[in-house]
């Protein structure tokens, strides 16, 4: 049994080490697609996985992000390298399991549980340390320290989506969906992750900037589907700074236990559960002959060269943004 994860990444240069080096403590293979980073982010991907072969970059190349395409791409791409009885996870480069995936198939999950939704700790930039960033009681050298050390106070989500999955090499993952269709049997219990996509001002700037050039550019529009779709239109990126009085704020010792949330929101009802139990443990295989497949010509749709070029311009390593 093995762990695959799939690992899209753009201008994740501040982070993108660490979070290899965190997935490399658990992770069997990690496959890496760069969709078109300005910043040194593909570089630092080639460098580690220059020392250690578990990380197989597919390629760097400016197309857009969607769910569907994208994830579904890199799915049909490395499943070559998959079997039977494996797992793979959807993650990204601002995730820290809190759990790692293995423990948690190990010790939390039932057998017939195949699936696993995530409970995220979105890990917030408070107002208090944009002060202290503007006064210069922190800088970009503390970049070097962990991000676990550098920012404490998180919020749980309510939402969640799937992230885990044991592999089943008839399954499918169609070019118009953003999981593999009755991809198993959900489980009760969520992976925990913590979640640092608020990291510093600088990160942020960056961040807000791509995306409300992304946003402004219509084909990009019409690939998105992520449920908070105007969050991404928004380029002020001083609304997401958090208040420190804010009730929902709640404060991480490093090395300690997160609270444990037992949210029920990602469950259908009983009745629904006991139908999906029966046909997950006997058809899957049977219906999974009856999905469309992901098309093997089938590619990212790449970002459009004016798009691309802006992106270089506001973004790029010579940019003053």
């Not at 293995?102 to 017939?112: A, G, I, W």
């Not at 010792?253 to 037992?262: A, D």
Request: hydrophobic fraction near 35%; proline fraction near 7%; charged fraction near 30%.
């Amino acid at each position: 049994m093995k762990f695959h994860a799939l690992l899209p990444v753009r201008d994740e240069g501040d982070i993108i080490k660490q979070c290899l080096e965190h997935i490399l403590t658990w992770v069997d293979a990690v496959y890496v697609f760069d969709t078109g980073s300005v910043d040194d982010t593909w570089e630092i991907v080639q460098d580690v996985a220059s020392t250690d072969k578990r990380i197989i970059p597919i390629r760097s190349e400016p197309v857009y992000f969607a769910e569907t395409s994208l994830r579904g791409y890199m799915f049909h791409w490395a499943r070559q390298y998959m079997q039977d009885g494996d797992w793979f996870l959807r993650v990204d480069a601002d995730e820290f399991h809190h759990i790692p995936p293995p423990e948690f198939v190990k010790t939390r999950l039932r057998k017939h549980e195949t699936i696993v939704h995530h409970q995220y700790y979105d890990f917030q930039l408070t107002q208090a340390e944009l002060e202290a960033w503007e006064r210069g009681k922190e800088t970009l050298v503390d970049r070097r320290r962990p991000i676990k050390e550098r920012r404490r106070y998180f919020i749980p989500s309510y939402y969640s989506e799937p992230r885990l999955c044991r592999y089943r090499s008839t399954m499918q993952w169609p070019i118009t969906c953003s999981f593999p269709i009755n991809a198993g049997f959900l489980a009760k219990e969520r992976l925990p992750i913590r979640h640092y996509p608020h990291r510093d001002p600088v990160q942020l700037k960056r961040r807000y900037l791509l995306r409300s050039i992304m946003m402004a550019d219509k084909i990009n529009r019409t690939n998105w589907t992520h449920p908070e779709e105007h969050h991404w239109s928004e380029a002020d990126w001083r609304k997401v700074v958090i208040s420190n009085d804010d009730p929902k704020l709640q404060y991480w010792e490093t090395g300690t236990n997160l609270p444990t949330y037992n949210f029920t929101n990602h469950l259908k009802p009983l009745h629904i559960r006991l139908v999906q139990r029966l046909v997950h443990g006997f058809l899957l295989p049977v219906l999974d002959k009856t999905r469309p497949y992901f098309p093997d010509d089938a590619q990212p749709q790449r970002i459009s060269e004016e798009i691309n070029q802006l992106l270089i311009k506001e973004l790029g390593v010579g940019s003053r943004k």
